[in-house]
């Protein structure tokens, strides 16, 4: 069982960055993948980016190739996602999610709450 809380969003302007959070409970979280989807209103839930278990494998989708950086801190249960150059485009409410593997990871029952990032113009 995992238990995921994410923080750090907030509001900014455009070309700002935030870092966002995503802590995770129970002594197993070091053995899955874990990824960052967002969703903007009106709007699916689309993927941000992905990293493995050991951190070794990170991917991300084209929209935030060069802008974003997930990392993972087994130590700490910590999953970061760095947002920088940040676009009005990028406002989401932005989850994180944790699963067997990479290719898993949407369909995974271990999702958290959501932070709000808002960029104005």
């Known amino acids: 069982q995992v238990h995921l809380v994410e923080s750090g969003g907030g509001l900014v302007q455009a070309g700002d960055s935030l870092t966002l959070s995503c802590l995770a409970s129970g002594r197993t979280f070091s053995r899955y993948a874990t990824g960052w989807f967002r969703q903007a209103p009106g709007k699916e839930r689309e993927y941000v980016a992905a990293?493995?278990?050991?951190?070794?494998?990170?991917e991300y989708a084209d929209s935030v190739k060069g802008r974003f950086t997930i990392s993972k801190d087994n130590a700490k249960n910590t999953v970061y996602l760095q947002l920088n150059s940040l676009k009005p485009e990028d406002t989401a409410v932005y989850y994180c999610?944790?699963?067997?593997?990479?290719?898993?990871?949407?369909?995974?029952?271990?999702w958290g709450q959501g932070t709000q990032v808002t960029v104005s113009s």
């Open positions: 999610a944790a699963g067997d593997s990479i290719a898993t990871i949407f369909a995974s029952q271990y």
């Open positions: 990293i493995s278990w050991g951190g070794s494998v990170t």
